[in-house]
């Protein structure tokens, strides 16, 4: 059997990152257009019924992983994990999820036919993210990038074919990118090198989630965030979680650098032999963040402009929530990394506990702020969630700074 220990470093954490944030960039634009074109099309009661299936599919899918896949990577980064144990993991978590994929679609056909597709958004973005695992513990950054814009160019081409033959795009949208995914899952499989590929006919399954308890809290408290659309939906209507869901995405591009830069590091964090020396590793790179933060507020002050050009006058009321939005996703920006950074050096225990009352409170805040304002709300909510969540961050890295001052630099990582 054979880690991933010794093996070269392809690139720095700098130019990793900088491949990703173009390559997420670009894909995030490519399905922002998606999204825009729908909601056009179909208004925003029917749209609101189809950014609410594929929210309930991407909350699923963070459920089950439930941190398997980044507690993976720590592991195999650090040469703790080998490829046939993750293989042996992943076996287990594909099964449960092809189980859970059924027995969702089984029960929404009678019942809420509309929200079916939500098992196809789950099931692929599984088997996605699962099958980047390896590629992302051999630091191969600039080959995901690859495959992201892979993804989106292929839901892309399948969403324009659907719209040429006139087919309803309330179910178009999520199968363009669920093709798109699938496509980029076959390309994934065959970058990987031989040695990396998952042999699950050579390994009997075993618990995909030992270990990974905590990253797990934390990731399902992410997907719970997902939630927030078909919370405001119950409590605001269709119309609401339309107006909502229009312009929910389009911060997204931003976040997505503080994202890329956040996958690129975790490698280089987990084997370092302390977090200030991990930190000067990805130092150099953090003005990709800076650039993140100054689009953020650009897009704050130019969001009515933004929205009436893109969305004309029925979607007026969400210039509203995308300044807000943009608003709240600079302290995102930054609360990323520094979580990241901490579950990479083993702190994951206070990360998940900080992400849980953080989530918890925004969905107590779409909630009533979501039923006495609609869409305007859920932007309050999330502004309130990233600066609870930066406060905690910080206090939870500074204590981990003195934490791991005061212990021997090679168990660091290990707490």
């Known amino acids: 059997m054979r880690t991933l220990e010794g093996k070269p470093r392809l690139a720095s954490v700098g130019k990793q990152a900088i491949a990703l944030s173009i390559a997420t960039a670009a894909a ?30 991407l909350s699923a899918l963070g459920i089950v992983d439930f941190g398997a896949n980044p507690y993976a990577v720590r592991e195999m980064s650090s040469g703790r994990m080998t490829s046939l144990e993750y293989a042996a993991r992943l076996k287990r978590k594909l099964l449960l999820g092809i189980m859970v994929a059924a027995v969702y679609a089984a029960i929404c056909i009678p019942f809420a036919p509309a929200l079916t597709g939500a098992a196809a958004i789950f099931l692929s973005g599984l088997v996605f993210q699962s099958i980047l695992v390896p590629l992302r513990a051999e630091k191969r950054g ?8 892979v993804e ?12 040429f033959f006139d087919a309803s795009l309330a179910w178009g949208l999520w199968l363009s990118l669920v093709v798109g995914t699938s496509a980029a899952s076959t390309a994934a499989w065959f970058s990987i090198a031989t040695w990396g590929r998952p042999r699950f006919w050579r390994v009997k399954g075993s618990n995909p989630w030992t270990g990974a308890r905590y990253y797990g809290i934390s990731a399902v408290a992410l997907s719970g965030q997902q939630l927030d659309l078909p919370a405001l939906a119950f409590v605001g209507g269709s119309s609401a979680a339309g107006l909502y869901g229009a312009v929910n995405r389009w911060t997204q591009p931003m976040g997505l650098f503080a994202s890329a830069f ?11 032999k302390d977090l200030r020396s991990a930190l000067r590793h990805v130092s150099k790179s953090a003005w990709l963040l800076l650039v993140a933060v100054l689009v953020s507020g650009l897009m704050a002050w130019a969001a009515p402009r933004i929205v009436t050009v893109l969305l004309g006058d029925a979607f007026e009321s969400s210039a509203t929530v995308l300044r807000l939005l943009a608003l ?11 979580a990241t950074a901490l579950q990479a050096r083993g702190h994951d225990r206070a990360v998940a506990l900080t992400f849980s009352v953080s989530v918890a409170a925004q969905l107590i805040l779409v909630g009533s702020l979501g039923h006495a304002y609609g869409a305007v709300g859920a932007g309050l909510a999330f502004c309130a969630l990233q600066t609870i969540l930066s406060a905690s961050l910080v206090t ?18 290990l707490l």
């Open 28 to 57: 995030q634009v490519v399905v922002s257009l998606l999204y825009i074109f729908t909601a056009r099309e179909v208004g925003p009661v029917a749209y609101g019924g189809t950014v609410t299936t594929i929210a309930l599919g």
């Open 142 to 149: 600039g080959q995901i990038a690859m495959l992201l814009l």
């Open 152 to 163: 989106r160019i292929v839901a892309f081409a399948t969403f324009a074919l659907l719209v």
């Open 262 to 272: 956040s996958s690129a590091s975790v490698p280089f964090v987990a084997s370092a």
């Open 328 to 338: 709240g996703t600079i302290p995102a920006i930054l609360n990323q990394p520094m």
């Open 396 to 413: 939870v890295l500074l204590r981990a700074f003195r934490r791991e001052s005061h212990v021997p630099a090679e168990g660091a990582g």
